[in-house]
């Protein structure tokens, strides 16, 4: 009973936080879909020395599929919604790599990129306006940047990925950028 309690508790918690993050133009937690992983991957050309952010990491999807691929990398999340941030908790316990992850739950523009090699985004176009600043000031040159939907406003990108998926669908591009 108390398990379902705190089921229910988290699910009323996660939908009041999102849609209170939306209003302020913030992205929602809406995980990339599993077709288009292995071209964020492939984009993301992560190498044994790498250290990945994925910023906004939702359930870390993202982070155990490039794990997967480079298991020597070092990964790091942020996310802000602390139910979805659980989930993330959760799937990194399940892969006992605690020296390879790590999940905070935290706003990533409170956060400092200058150690990553490698980042990846799926969020708002409004956020992407912010971080763009961000990005420009503590990038180190040589930092690649993986985006889904939407790109930045100012920085042309190195490669723009077509996936071919319907207009119905959101993630029908991904964005290479090289700092
Ligand atoms: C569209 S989802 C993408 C999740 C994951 N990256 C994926 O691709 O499967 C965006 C996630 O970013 C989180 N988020 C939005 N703004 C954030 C912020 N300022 N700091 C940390 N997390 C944030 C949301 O809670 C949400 O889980």
Request: glycine letters at 6%; one cysteine or more.
């Amino acid at each position: 009973m108390f398990f379902i309690f705190l089921v229910v508790f988290f699910l009323i918690y996660s939908f009041f936080f999102s849609y209170y993050r939306l209003l302020r133009g913030d992205a929602p937690f809406v995980p990339v879909p599993s077709v288009v992983m292995s071209e964020i991957t492939k984009a993301l050309e992560i190498g044994e020395n790498s250290v990945v952010y994925d910023l906004g990491c939702g359930d870390g999807k993202v982070l155990m599929a490039c794990l997967r691929t480079q298991p020597k990398a070092k990964y790091v999340g942020y996310e802000i919604n602390l139910s979805i941030f659980l989930l993330a908790w959760i799937r990194m316990l399940k892969t006992k790599k605690y020296r390879s992850i790590k999940i905070f739950r935290k706003n990533f523009f409170g956060a400092d990129f200058s150690k990553a090699t490698h980042v990846f985004t799926y969020l708002m176009p409004r956020q992407m306006e912010k971080l763009e600043e961000k990005f420009e000031r503590e990038l180190s040159p040589g930092t690649r940047l993986v985006t889904c939907s939407f790109p930045l406003k100012i920085k042309e990108p190195s490669g723009i990925i077509e996936l071919g998926r319907s207009k119905l669908f959101l993630v029908r591009k991904i964005y290479v950028y090289d700092f």
